[in-house]
């Protein structure tokens, strides 16, 4: 048994989730109780999905154990086929139903439907989100692939490959997948199936007519592009365009696989080596940098990080156990110690034990920085709702330099007022403690107990004497305001006031203040 | 006019819900001295760490106790396993004076033993902290399900009451600031002896006697009611205190079993009434004769549509409650309109096909269907707001309006 307070991962089945949501034509019949339905808010809230994911659970109760939950399921799967009418069935258990061991791959074969059914094993007790969606993506493409057409490939054609990885509720697949797209396509390479984002059956039978394939999340490929390098000898991509750097590795890799030169004009909207380079970038030179996230993104950041922006990593880690291999060689590079862990509480301890002044890492390493106030931005999932814009935001390519150089700088005290807060140091204004101008003020972040104070003190009906109308608070009333939450406090106390000086109150009560709400309450 | 006797769509199948353990979200909160220890899967703590979204705390007062390969194989006894679990929280944890452990799917299905658990716990951490544990396991509990589990629980613990005097207590979690309102409207009617259950701290738990009513501030509370009741106090039936009418019906109920003359109760809430009836007021024009549906979520379903109906003069289609208590739900049902179609448990694509034939103008469900279903035109109100916000009492019922309008104000503010 394991204490877990936040987890970096899913169980597997929400990484089975998030390959058949990515795709257009499959649906995924679960076996799990009530309540493991929660897995679609994450897609219709936190990526905004207009759709419902393409899953049906068998919603199993205590009731029905003694009972048929085969039965149960095998109904589920065949309701689901009829009304989905997908043109692929993806089966199996969640964590409960892997206990009661009834076998949905048996069990839906049992019906003879008149497409493929493909079973998942997803050890729920040993295995996680992202070993879970690189499973059911291998087990898809085993399943489903065809032999590509002899005589078709030995013709001449234009070079052509697939994009391997993508996901939903991946963190910037949407916009690496078309940064990266017109990057090949720029190249003179023709991208034949992108999966499994926005992949059909159709498409995934597809794959092995292409030359070879573009690796770009491995976490999530990696095991489908070496089984398609062993049948069909499609060789796969090992670098990940993420930076300037790396992109250009990237391209002359895809460009050595295509056998095509490399044309002119590819870095005509790259910026950020540029303003690297301009002066106002100084500062950035040796800021000590954390790095945490899955193993891809946090190495690919590193390398931006140490290379392209002039940090040094003070620290580097994950918490995808498969992939820790990687990430020792990277720490190995900077000469840090690595840190292999799912457990958030050590993430914490080691950052305060390095005190860095910038953090890249996940949702939590944000919270951890705002706890310990030290500039962080988001490089790698499990990420919130933010982290999914609606702008245009890749990771990858030149335009995902772009992007990092932007969201990285972002945080940290812009050069002149760092240099303001050195020389004026004793100044009431730009001390020490101080954060960034434009994220607000650190001593209101700090606490809640002193924003209250904060707010409390700045929202003092300062102008009794200016104003003689004005009206005072009883104590109780004063009491009752501050069980107002903080943020929409100040409002309530000026309604208040606006309304007892209407009224021509001179005492503000309890009974004041919720008539003034109830005046006020639109 | 009344539907405590209409004929209810019963159905089995698919469940869009949450699993009871969702309670903790909101309980861990009213209770500050209390930690909640799930004993289940990546899931549970997946999920939990899900629905909590942004919550997250220095240190959240719940976690996981993450069964593995090894416990399930045997390897590991699970009991020492969780005792040591146990001691390591409690060690980082001083401050924790109660402890649930709570009860998932797969606890249940291994059959591992948390009473006898939590007992055996119990004894080695008492007196600094008190062990208890409930289920909030998906296979028997739906949502607030999950907090009826854990105060069923905690009345074990209820103290007797040694002091004389009749003595109300207000069951179910309410937002602090809808207790104090509550608590002064019952003192200016000159009831002096009540308490909220669950309280505020572990340590003051309530005292429970011969001469104590109880009266449910939430309607989910089934288990905890019959709990109560086999413990010898008595239970007033009451509509629950929704809107004006809901909070005066909930109100006189108690003043007149504290024998609270007539005159008095007008004089003490009519001041609040009014207040609650004026901003309820500003929405109905808005709202009054557009059609809903609620699918299923947390059994507050029936008390919201009598409120929606009564008073924003709203148009019932489908009310969906994914358990319905007849007993308890009595004096909401007999306000409902007899042409209401009340639905107890879900078989999910069913129900949607009836709102595809129904169209209402507005549907209340759960954060899994509002997004899909807005992208195909309705407007949705997503339910589990009208859990986590205070909703209840006189000053809420304005507020509690808004969370319906506001959905439907937008639609209209929207031009793109």
Same mark, same amino acid.
């Given at each position: 048994?394991? !204490?877990?307070?936040?987890?970096?991962?899913?169980?597997?089945?929400?990484?089975?989730?998030?390959?058949?949501?990515?795709?257009?034509?499959?649906?995924?019949?679960?076996?799990?109780?009530?309540?493991?339905?929660?897995?679609?808010?994450? %897609?219709?809230?936190?990526?905004?999905?207009?759709?419902?994911?393409?899953?049906?659970?068998?919603?199993?109760?205590?009731?029905?154990?003694?009972?048929?939950?085969?039965?149960?399921?095998?109904?589920?799967?065949?309701?689901?086929?009829?009304?989905?009418?997908?043109?692929?069935?993806?089966?199996?258990?969640?964590?409960?139903?892997?206990?009661?061991?009834?076998?949905?791959?048996?069990?839906?074969?049992?019906?003879?439907?008149?497409?493929?059914?493909?079973?998942?094993?997803?050890?729920?007790?040993?295995?996680?989100?992202?070993?879970?969606?690189?499973?059911?993506?291998?087990?898809?493409?085993?399943?489903?692939?065809?032999?590509?057409?002899?005589?078709?490939?030995?013709?001449?054609?234009?070079?052509?490959?697939?994009?391997?990885?993508?996901?939903?509720?991946? %963190?910037?697949?949407?916009?690496?997948?078309?940064?990266?797209?017109?990057?090949?396509?720029? !190249?003179?390479?023709?991208?034949?199936?992108?999966?499994?984002?926005?992949?059909?059956?159709?498409?995934?039978?597809?794959?092995?007519?292409?030359?070879?394939?573009?690796?770009?999340?491995?976490?999530?490929?990696?095991?489908?592009?070496?089984?398609?390098?062993?049948?069909?000898?499609?060789?796969?991509?090992?670098?990940?365009?993420?930076?300037?750097?790396?992109?250009?590795?990237?391209?002359?890799?895809?460009?050595?696989?295509?056998?095509?030169?490399?044309?002119?004009?590819?870095?005509?909207?790259?910026?950020?080596?540029?303003?690297?380079?301009?002066?106002?970038?100084?500062?950035?030179?040796?800021?000590?940098?954390?790095?945490?996230?899955?193993?891809?993104?946090?190495?690919?950041?590193?390398?931006?990080?140490?290379?392209?922006?002039?940090?040094?990593?003070?620290?580097?880690?994950?918490?995808?156990?498969?992939?820790?291999?990687?990430?020792?060689?990277?720490?190995?590079?900077?000469?840090?110690?690595? !840190?292999?862990?799912?457990?958030?509480?050590?993430?914490?301890?080691?950052?305060?034990?390095?005190?860095?002044?910038?953090?890249?890492?996940?949702?939590?390493?944000?919270?951890?920085?705002?706890?310990?106030?030290?500039?962080?931005?988001?490089?790698?999932?499990?990420?919130?709702?933010?982290?999914?814009?609606?702008?245009?935001?890749?990771?990858?390519?030149?335009?995902?330099?772009?992007?990092?150089?932007?969201?990285?700088?972002?945080?940290?005290?812009?050069?002149?007022?760092?240099?303001?807060?050195?020389?004026?140091?004793?100044?009431?204004?730009?001390?020490?403690?101080?954060?960034?101008?434009?994220?607000?003020?650190?001593?209101?972040?700090?606490?809640?107990?002193?924003?209250?104070?904060?707010?409390?003190?700045?929202?003092?009906?300062?102008?009794?004497?200016?104003?003689?109308?004005?009206?005072?608070?009883?104590?109780?009333?004063?009491?009752?305001?501050?069980?107002?939450?903080?943020?929409?406090?100040?409002?309530?106390?000026?309604?208040?006031?606006?309304?007892?000086?209407?009224?021509?109150?001179?005492?503000?009560?309890?009974?004041?203040?919720?008539?003034?709400?109830?005046?006020?309450?639109? | 006019? /009344?539907?405590?006797?209409?004929?209810?769509?019963?159905?089995?199948?698919?469940?869009?819900?949450? &699993?009871?353990?969702?309670?903790?979200?909101?309980?861990?909160?009213?209770?500050?001295?209390?930690?909640?220890?799930?004993?289940?899967?990546? +899931?549970?703590?997946?999920?939990?760490?899900?629905? =909590?979204?942004?919550?997250?705390?220095?240190?959240?007062?719940?976690? +996981?106790?993450?069964?593995?390969?090894?416990?399930?194989?045997?390897?590991?006894?699970?009991?020492?396993?969780?005792?040591?679990?146990?001691?390591?929280?409690?060690?980082?944890?001083?401050?924790?004076?109660?402890?649930?452990?709570?009860?998932?799917?797969?606890?249940?299905?291994?059959?591992?033993?948390?009473?006898?658990? =939590?007992?055996?716990? &119990?004894?080695? #951490?008492?007196?600094?902290?008190?062990?208890?544990?409930?289920?909030?396991?998906?296979?028997?509990?739906?949502?607030?399900?999950?907090?009826?589990?854990?105060?069923?629980?905690?009345?074990?613990?209820?103290?007797?009451?040694?002091?004389?005097?009749?003595?109300?207590?207000?069951?179910?979690?309410?937002?602090?600031?809808?207790?104090?309102?509550?608590?002064?409207?019952?003192?200016?009617?000159?009831?002096? #002896?009540?308490?909220?259950?669950?309280?505020?701290?572990?340590?003051?738990?309530?005292?429970?006697?011969?001469?104590?009513?109880?009266?449910?501030?939430?309607?989910?509370?089934?288990?905890?009611?019959?709990?109560?009741?086999?413990?010898?106090?008595?239970?007033?039936?009451?509509?629950?205190?929704?809107?004006?009418?809901?909070?005066?019906?909930?109100?006189?109920?108690?003043?007149?079993?504290?024998?609270?003359?007539?005159?008095?109760?007008?004089?003490?809430?009519?001041?609040?009434?009014?207040? =609650?009836?004026?901003?309820?007021?500003?929405?109905?024009?808005?709202?009054?004769?557009?059609?809903?549906?609620?699918?299923?979520?947390?059994?507050?379903?029936?008390?919201?549509?009598?409120?929606?109906?009564?008073?924003?003069?709203?148009?019932?289609?489908?009310? /969906?409650?994914?358990?319905?208590?007849?007993?308890?739900?009595?004096?909401?049902?007999?306000?409902?309109?007899?042409?209401?179609?009340?639905?107890? /448990?879900?078989?999910?694509?069913?129900?949607?096909?009836?709102?595809?034939?129904?169209?209402?103008?507005?549907?209340? &469900? /759960?954060?899994?269907?509002?997004?899909?279903?807005?992208?195909?035109?309705?407007?949705?109100?997503?339910?589990?707001?009208?859990?986590?916000?205070?909703?209840?009492?006189?000053?809420?019922?304005?507020?509690?309006?808004?969370?319906?309008?506001?959905?439907?104000?937008?639609?209209?503010?929207?031009?793109?």
């Amino acid at each position: 048994m394991q !204490l877990t307070l936040w987890t970096y991962e899913g169980p597997p089945h929400v990484g089975a989730m998030r390959v058949a949501t990515a795709m257009t034509n499959v649906h995924y019949v679960l076996h799990a109780p009530q309540g493991d339905t929660y897995a679609d808010l994450l %897609f219709t809230m936190i990526e905004r999905l207009p759709r419902r994911p393409p899953v049906t659970y068998s919603t199993f109760q205590a009731r029905d154990l003694g009972g048929d939950t085969a039965q149960l399921f095998k109904e589920a799967v065949a309701n689901a086929f009829d009304r989905f009418q997908p043109q692929a069935v993806l089966v199996g258990s969640s964590c409960t139903a892997e206990l009661i061991q009834d076998d949905p791959g048996g069990l839906a074969r049992a019906l003879n439907l008149p497409v493929p059914v493909i079973p998942l094993e997803l050890p729920a007790y040993q295995r996680k989100e992202n070993w879970g969606a690189s499973e059911t993506f291998y087990q898809l493409v085993r399943n489903l692939v065809k032999p590509a057409d002899k005589d078709l490939s030995a013709a001449p054609h234009k070079p052509s490959c697939n994009i391997l990885g993508p996901t939903a509720l991946g %963190f910037r697949h949407r916009d690496d997948v078309r940064e990266i797209s017109l990057l090949l396509q720029a !190249l003179g390479i023709e991208v034949k199936v992108i999966a499994p984002l926005n992949a059909s059956v159709e498409d995934i039978r597809k794959l092995a007519q292409a030359d070879f394939n573009v690796v770009l999340y491995p976490e999530i490929a990696n095991t489908t592009a070496q089984w398609l390098e062993r049948q069909f000898n499609q060789p796969y991509t090992r670098t990940i365009p993420i930076g300037v750097s790396a992109t250009r590795e990237f391209i002359r890799e895809v460009t050595s696989l295509s056998e095509l030169p490399i044309p002119a004009g590819l870095e005509d909207d790259m910026h950020s080596v540029w303003y690297s380079r301009s002066v106002d970038s100084t500062y950035l030179t040796g800021k000590r940098v954390f790095l945490f996230g899955d193993a891809t993104h946090v190495v690919a950041a590193a390398r931006f990080a140490s290379e392209e922006m002039g940090f040094e990593v003070v620290g580097i880690g994950t918490y995808s156990r498969e992939f820790a291999r990687e990430v020792r060689e990277a720490a190995k590079k900077y000469q840090v110690e690595p !840190l292999i862990t799912d457990d958030y509480l050590a993430v914490e301890e080691q950052i305060k034990h390095l005190h860095p002044e910038l953090i890249l890492g996940t949702q939590m390493e944000r919270h951890i920085a705002k706890r310990l106030n030290i500039p962080c931005a988001v490089i790698s999932a499990p990420v919130h709702i933010q982290d999914f814009p609606a702008r245009y935001a890749p990771q990858m390519g030149f335009e995902g330099a772009n992007v990092l150089f932007d969201t990285w700088v972002h945080p940290l005290m812009m050069g002149l007022e760092e240099h303001l807060l050195g020389m004026f140091r004793e100044d009431f204004e730009f001390h020490d403690g101080a954060a960034p101008s434009h994220l607000g003020s650190s001593r209101v972040a700090e606490t809640p107990v002193t924003a209250l104070r904060e707010v409390a003190q700045t929202e003092l009906p300062k102008p009794i004497t200016a104003q003689p109308a004005s009206s005072t608070w009883s104590t109780e009333a004063e009491k009752e305001l501050g069980k107002i939450p903080f943020f929409v406090r100040g409002k309530a106390r000026r309604n208040t006031e606006r309304y007892a000086l209407e009224q021509g109150l001179s005492t503000i009560t309890v009974e004041t203040l919720y008539d003034a709400k109830a005046h006020f309450s639109r | 006019m /009344g539907c405590a006797n209409t004929p209810v769509i019963s159905e089995k199948g698919q469940r869009q819900v949450f &699993c009871g353990l969702t309670g903790i979200i909101w309980l861990h909160r009213k209770i500050q001295d209390a930690f909640f220890l799930v004993v289940g899967s990546r +899931t549970c703590a997946h999920l939990i760490q899900s629905a =909590a979204g942004v919550m997250i705390f220095a240190e959240p007062r719940f976690g +996981t106790a993450i069964i593995d390969e090894r416990d399930l194989a045997g390897i590991a006894d699970a009991n020492d396993e969780l005792d040591r679990v146990v001691s390591e929280l409690l060690a980082r944890r001083q401050d924790i004076k109660l402890l649930f452990l709570v009860g998932s799917c797969p606890s249940e299905v291994i059959k591992l033993d948390l009473s006898r658990a =939590a007992e055996r716990l &119990c004894k080695q #951490h008492m007196p600094h902290t008190r062990v208890l544990s409930y289920s909030g396991s998906g296979i028997e509990t739906t949502f607030t399900q999950g907090e009826d589990a854990c105060l069923a629980a905690l009345t074990e613990t209820l103290p007797a009451r040694t002091s004389q005097g009749k003595h109300l207590l207000i069951v179910g979690t309410l937002a602090d600031v809808v207790e104090d309102q509550l608590s002064v409207l019952l003192r200016k009617m000159g009831i002096e #002896h009540f308490d909220f259950f669950p309280p505020r701290r572990s340590t003051a738990l309530p005292a429970i006697g011969p001469e104590t009513v109880c009266v449910l501030a939430q309607p989910f509370l089934a288990d905890t009611a019959r709990q109560l009741e086999s413990k010898g106090v008595k239970r007033l039936e009451a509509p629950f205190p929704l809107g004006a009418e809901g909070t005066t019906k909930w109100l006189r109920v108690i003043a007149q079993a504290f024998a609270i003359d007539h005159f008095r109760f007008e004089e003490v809430t009519q001041a609040a009434r009014q207040r =609650a009836e004026q901003s309820v007021a500003r929405h109905r024009t808005q709202l009054q004769g557009k059609s809903i549906t609620f699918l299923p979520d947390s059994q507050l379903e029936i008390p919201l549509a009598r409120f929606v109906y009564q008073e924003l003069h709203m148009k019932l289609l489908e009310v /969906g409650t994914p358990y319905l208590h007849r007993q308890i739900m009595t004096p909401e049902l007999e306000q409902l309109p007899s042409s209401t179609r009340l639905s107890e /448990g879900q078989s999910l694509e069913l129900q949607l096909d009836r709102c595809d034939a129904d169209q209402p103008d507005l549907i209340v &469900c /759960g954060l899994g269907l509002a997004n899909p279903l807005e992208a195909k035109g309705f407007t949705t109100k997503w339910s589990i707001e009208l859990v986590f916000t205070p909703i209840q009492g006189y000053e809420q019922a304005g507020d509690l309006a808004a969370l319906f309008s506001r959905p439907l104000a937008r639609k209209l503010k929207l031009v793109a």
